[in-house]
């Protein structure tokens, strides 16, 4: 079969498997051309590059990383979906399709791509690169940030609003906890607003490209769930001071009943009587190093 490159040649593509769009999974097809070059180039994709695409849908991104030369898995909760990019890709031997969840129970990664991830991580590195599904942006970016699956660099087609929450600092409304793990664990910036008129179906919300680098030498944590943990749950009352704060985390996370406390703030040089949006990155770092010991 033929490559979709234009608006009409994908609709029959995928009318004639009898597909419609499910907005529930954030089926919204991009076909731009540059658009989909400048996902791909904002992760410097090389020949030879293991990519991973998270959401193939119809393969329009998926035809662009093959044009750069990358080996690319592509992961895909939809069979007609996965279909269709198999018929216009499949004689590639650079592309493997996975017909699966990327998401697990609850926010965690499924085990399968989990352990996909880890392989990959350990025998080079992979990049990341993807059209995300909106609806599963924020759990799988924060999980993906631990150190035994994360990628060396990103290029990710998110919710405007996303975007900025992955690119944000300390003092803005956007700050949140994955701002934070984008910020400890690497550096992030938007390259380009995408508009909706360039989707199909159009969203009712507008996209941002944003690319993602490892830092060369990312802190390392001996219990990466205390450091998750404790960044998330001190955000969860952003209004109130992180005295008080303190005081409901140890209520509900037994790891940091007997070490979290005013003392520890202040020793990591955090005022009790500020608020989780003003505090950076690092600073987050060092009070898991005082909760450590």
């Excluded at 293991?50 to 895909?76: N, P, R, S």
């Excluded at 942006?137 to 609003?161: A, F, G, H, N, Y």
Aim: glycine residues 8%.
């Amino acid at each position: 079969m033929a490559r979709a490159r234009t608006w009409r040649e994908l609709k029959d593509l995928l009318r004639n498997r009898g597909f419609r769009p499910n907005k529930r999974l954030g089926q919204n097809f991009l076909l731009s051309p540059d658009a989909l070059s400048t996902i791909v180039q904002a992760a410097d994709v090389k020949q030879g590059d293991k990519v991973v695409e998270v959401g193939v849908g119809a393969g329009t991104l998926t035809g662009h990383l093959l044009d750069a030369g990358a080996e690319v898995l592509g992961i895909e909760v939809d069979r007609k979906l996965v279909g269709v990019t198999n018929e216009q890709f499949g004689d590639y031997k650079r592309l493997e399709l996975m017909l699966q969840s990327v998401m697990g129970k609850g926010k965690n990664l499924g085990e399968q791509f989990l352990s996909r991830l880890r392989s990959l991580r350990a025998s080079g590195g992979y990049k990341l690169v993807a059209n995300l599904p909106y609806n599963i942006s924020t759990p799988l970016l924060c999980e993906i940030m631990r150190e035994d699956v994360r990628p060396s660099r990103m290029s990710v087609l998110v919710q405007k609003d996303f975007a900025a929450r992955l690119c944000s600092e300390p003092g803005s409304k956007n700050y949140s906890p994955v701002s934070v793990y984008s910020a400890v664990f690497g550096h992030a910036k938007v390259v380009q607003d995408i508009p909706p008129e360039l989707f199909w179906p159009v969203p009712a919300v507008k996209s941002s490209v944003v690319a993602w680098v490892e830092k060369d030498e990312p802190p390392r944590f001996d219990d990466e769930d205390l450091f998750f943990d404790l960044v998330a749950g001190m955000f969860l009352m952003r209004r109130k001071k992180l005295s008080n704060v303190m005081k409901m985390l140890v209520k509900v996370n037994d790891s940091l009943s007997g070490i979290l406390d005013v003392e520890a703030l202040e020793k990591a040089g955090i005022d009790p009587d500020s608020r989780v949006e003003s505090v950076p990155s690092g600073r987050f770092v060092k009070l898991y190093e005082v909760l450590r010991g």
